[in-house]
């Protein structure tokens, strides 16, 4: 049995000195690829399990857009706990727990400036350094918006509007859904990449702009990583141009409505011709004229001036009131006339009588 003993005694102790030096292989550092929107806030995560080692040292280092050059920024110990190592930055906040050998950061209003590589490391004894690297990835969304080119009649294809979604990172698709318009529009998109990691995307909306397409409504669509939800942008495609004919038609036996079509809408102003409008007998509102009292005075040629930014156009209203003792005796004659068209057309309003040359 004597024999025996130191053989035994040996085997256990090559057992246990296997067993430590499992443990030892077995020591793992763990931390996590990271990515955070612009804005929020990024967790950094990393510890060590499967140690017994003393724990003297965090550390940890960064190669941001910001600090191309890894070093250390901060060192956490449990006495002192978070120190900052070249400036402070209280963006940042240690929320690891030093005794359970949880090196985990917070990063609060996440920048561009900020993405890059974070190296934890943890000082052990008597292990050494060990250390593991957490990328950060930023994802930045986009500044979106929709341009009118403010088109104006035409037969030749012009650009409507441009879709823009600006500063993206990843890239946003940038897309028109123009519906019924079909082949009628034309879509082309671009981008552009900045230094910093974002791009621009913008796409252009292209048609004829005639009078049928104008106020048709059509939208762009973003979307991409960079949007937790597609972003619609509503567009009503406008087509720009100065009044087309002016028509005066009368609306009862004392008013008259002056009437055109124009994008944007027309202004009215009523003038008389070669005298000022009788601010007693006559009321102006808009596209409306109406004679307040049914009098030779208001006798004379009358002239409604439709505009807009991109011109103007002008009806006449030849007003003759023959004279009388009661209203009902008025007979009130009108002529509508038009300095263009020669050709008069005569035709009855009630009691009265007008003569409607359509306008200029
Ligand atoms: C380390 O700390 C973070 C933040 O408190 C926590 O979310 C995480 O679960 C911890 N990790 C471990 C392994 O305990
Ligand atoms: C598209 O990009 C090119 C080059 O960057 C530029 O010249 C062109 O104007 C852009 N087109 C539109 C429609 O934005
Ligand atoms: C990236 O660069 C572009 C162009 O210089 C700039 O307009 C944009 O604001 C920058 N984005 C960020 C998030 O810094």
């Known amino acids: 049995m004597q024999r025996y003993f130191p053989l035994i005694t040996c085997r256990l102790l090559l057992i246990s000195a296997l067993l430590f030096a499992r443990e030892a292989d077995a020591l793992k550092v763990t931390g996590g690829s990271v990515t955070a929107v612009q804005g929020g806030t990024a967790i950094l995560p990393c510890h060590v399990t499967d140690t017994n080692d003393d724990l003297t040292q965090i550390t940890w280092q960064r190669k941001t857009r910001k600090n191309p050059h890894n070093d250390n920024f901060i060192t956490i110990q449990p006495r002192n706990g978070l120190q900052f190592v070249n400036g402070r930055d209280d963006r940042f906040k240690y929320v690891g727990n030093f005794n359970n050998k949880n090196g985990t950061l917070q990063l609060s209003n996440v920048a561009l400036k900020d ?24 994802l930045v969304p986009p500044f979106t918006s929709v341009m009118d080119n403010l088109p104006t009649l035409g037969t030749e294809e012009v650009l409507f509007a441009t879709c823009t979604a600006a500063g993206s990172k990843p890239p946003a698709e940038v897309r028109w859904l123009t519906g019924a318009l079909g082949d009628k529009v034309r879509t082309t998109t671009n981008s552009t990449q900045y230094d910093n990691g974002t791009t621009t995307t913008v796409s252009s909306l292209f048609g004829v702009p005639t009078r049928e397409i104008n106020g048709y409504q059509v939208q762009c669509v973003i979307s991409g990583d960079s949007l937790s939800a597609e972003e619609t942008l509503a567009f009503t495609i406008q087509v720009y141009f100065s009044p087309t004919e002016v028509k005066i038609s009368a609306i009862s036996e004392d008013s008259f409505e002056c009437v055109t079509e124009a994008n944007p809408n027309a202004k009215f102003t009523w003038i008389r011709s070669g005298q000022s409008l009788l601010e007693s007998a006559v009321k102006v509102d808009g596209a409306n004229l109406q004679l307040l009292s049914l009098t030779s005075d208001l006798n004379g040629l009358y002239q409604c001036e439709a505009s807009n930014a991109y011109g103007s156009k002008h009806g006449q209203l030849y007003v003759h009131v023959t004279s009388g003792t009661s209203r009902v005796a008025w007979a009130l004659f009108l002529v509508l006339l038009s300095l263009n068209v020669g050709a008069a057309a005569w035709y009855f309003y009630k009691s009265g009588r007008f003569k409607s040359c359509g306008s200029k």
Do not use: A, R, V
Request: glycine fraction near 8%.
């Open 115 to 138: 993405e890059g590589s974070y190296t934890c490391i943890f000082t052990l004894f008597p292990s050494g350094n060990q250390k593991i690297e957490i990328p950060l990835n930023l």
